[in-house]
C-alpha cells in the first residue's frame, strides 16, 4: 500500500513525499516555516481558483491552480502538520491595513499572487534544509505560478476588450485627464494614447498618468504607435496602424498577453492584421476627419464588410459622433472608436454615456448580452 494521508482541503488521497527529512534533525522552526507556507500558498492558490472557476468559467487556469494545490499537498506531510504552533505564533495577530482595503478584483487577485509567490520562494529557501528536492521543486512552482499570472491576466484583459463597446482615442487638451476621467464616469472602457507632436519626456509622463487612472477605473490603456513606451509605463497594448511596427515585431517585444490592435482602411488591410495577430483592428476613417486629415474615407461600405467578414473585435473610427452613430450601428458597428466627439465634448460623462446607450441598444437587439454586461 501505498504511505499517504487523506486530506480534508478536497486533496483526498495524497501521497507522502518522504515522511522523513533526509538531512538529519532539521530545527522545529524550519518545519513551522514549511509548515505556514504551504498552507499560505495553498489558500492564496484557492482564492485564484475560484475567481479562474467561477468568474472566468475558465476550465483550463482552474485545473492548474488545483494541480499546483495538489502538489503542495504532497509536500505537506503529517511531520511539517504537527510542527504547528497556532497560539504561540505572534504573527496570527497582524494584519496589514491593505488587507483591509481590497477595492477591486485585480488588486485582489494581485494580491493573492504575490501572497503566493512569496509564500513559495520561502518554501524554496527552507525547504532546501528539509528535503533535497524541496528546493527546485518549488522554484519550478513559482515559474508556474508566474506564467499563471501572465495567463489570467491576459485573459481579463481580452475579456474586457471584448465588453468594450466605445473607445476613447485621445488627442492632446489642457485637460485631458479630467476629459478622460469623467468619460470613465461615463462608462468607457478603453483608451489609447495618442500625441503625434509631443516630446519624449512628456508623452511618457502624460502617459504614465493616464494609465494610472484607466486602472484606478478598471478600463483598458493603450499606447499609440509606440510599443517602447507601452512597456514603459506598462499599459495594457498598442494600436499600430500600416507605417508603424509590423505586428509580429510588436507581439515579440511585448509578449503574448498585451493586446495590439492594428488600423484597417480596406479588406485586404484587414486580412493581413488578422494573420499578423491583432487582437483588434480599427476598421475606417468611416467619415473624413480634421483629426486625420489627408486620409480619405473607407465609408460605411467598409463597416458593411466589416460586419460580415471580420472574426475579431472591431472599432469603427473617423468622423463619428452623436449625430452619426446611429448610421454606423445601421452598418454593422457594434463597437467605435471615437476622438473630438469625447475630447471636445462639453459633458464627456453624458455623451459617453450616450454611446454606451446606443450600442448597448444594439448588442441587446442583436442577442449578445455578454457585450453589454459591465465588468467588475
Ligand atoms: C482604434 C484606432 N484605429 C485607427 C487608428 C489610426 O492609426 P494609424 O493609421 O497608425 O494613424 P495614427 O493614429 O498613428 O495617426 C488609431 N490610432 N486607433
Ligand atoms: C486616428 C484615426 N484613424 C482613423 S480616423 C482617426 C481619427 C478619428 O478622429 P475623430 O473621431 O475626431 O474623427
Ligand atoms: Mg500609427
Not at 6 to 17: I, T
Not at 72 to 96: F, V, Y
Request: one cysteine or more; a neutral charge.
Amino acid at each position: 500500500m501505498n504511505a499517504g494521508w487523506y486530506d480534508e482541503n478536497n486533496n483526498g488521497f495524497v501521497p507522502m513525499v518522504e515522511s522523513h527529512n533526509q538531512r538529519g534533525q532539521v530545527q522545529p522552526a524550519v518545519c513551522r516555516i514549511l509548515d505556514a507556507n504551504l498552507d499560505r500558498a495553498r489558500e492564496g492558490l484557492r482564492i485564484i481558483e475560484e475567481w479562474c472557476r467561477f468568474g472566468l468559467n475558465n476550465a483550463q487556469l482552474s485545473e492548474e491552480c488545483k494541480q499546483l494545490r495538489q502538489e503542495l499537498a504532497t509536500w505537506h506531510n503529517p511531520e511539517l502538520r504537527a510542527a504547528r504552533d497556532t497560539p504561540g505564533d505572534p504573527g496570527t495577530q497582524l494584519t496589514h491595513p491593505q488587507e483591509q482595503q481590497r477595492t477591486d478584483l485585480k488588486s485582489l487577485l494581485q494580491a493573492n499572487f504575490c501572497r503566493v509567490e512569496e509564500a513559495l520562494r520561502v518554501l524554496e529557501e527552507y525547504g532546501k534544509l528539509y528535503h533535497a528536492q524541496m528546493g527546485s521543486a518549488f522554484k519550478q512552482m513559482r515559474y508556474r505560478v508566474y506564467t499563471l499570472e501572465s495567463q489570467l491576466l491576459g485573459y481579463e484583459r481580452q475579456q474586457r476588450l471584448r465588453r468594450s463597446q466605445l473607445y476613447l482615442v485621445t488627442s492632446p487638451a489642457k485637460d485631458l485627464l479630467s476629459v478622460v476621467e469623467a468619460a470613465l464616469a461615463g462608462g468607457l472602457t478603453l483608451v489609447q494614447y495618442r500625441d503625434k507632436n509631443a516630446e519624449d519626456g512628456d508623452r511618457f509622463s502624460h502617459a504614465q498618468q493616464l494609465c494610472q487612472l484607466c486602472h484606478k477605473y478598471g478600463a483598458l490603456f493603450l499606447v499609440n504607435d509606440r510599443v517602447d513606451l507601452a512597456l514603459a509605463v506598462a499599459a495594457d497594448g498598442v494600436h499600430l496602424g500600416q507605417q508603424d511596427l509590423p505586428i509580429k515585431v510588436a507581439r515579440q517585444l511585448l509578449g503574448p498577453h498585451k493586446i495590439i490592435g492594428c488600423s484597417t482602411t480596406n479588406a485586404e488591410e484587414m486580412q493581413r492584421a488578422i494573420q499578423g495577430g491583432a487582437d483588434y483592428i480599427g476598421v475606417g476613417p468611416v467619415y473624413e476627419t480634421p483629426t486625420k486629415v489627408g486620409k480619405p474615407a473607407a465609408g460605411l461600405e467598409y463597416v458593411r464588410y466589416a460586419a460580415q467578414h471580420s472574426p475579431i473585435p472591431w472599432f469603427a473610427i473617423g468622423g463619428i459622433d452623436v449625430n452619426n452613430i446611429n448610421d454606423v450601428i445601421s452598418a454593422g458597428a457594434e463597437r467605435v472608436a471615437v476622438v473630438r466627439a469625447i475630447v471636445e465634448a462639453e459633458q464627456p460623462t453624458l455623451v459617453a454615456q450616450y454611446f454606451i446607450s446606443q450600442l448597448t441598444r444594439v448588442h441587446i437587439r442583436s442577442n449578445k448580452p455578454e457585450l453589454s454586461q459591465s465588468y467588475v
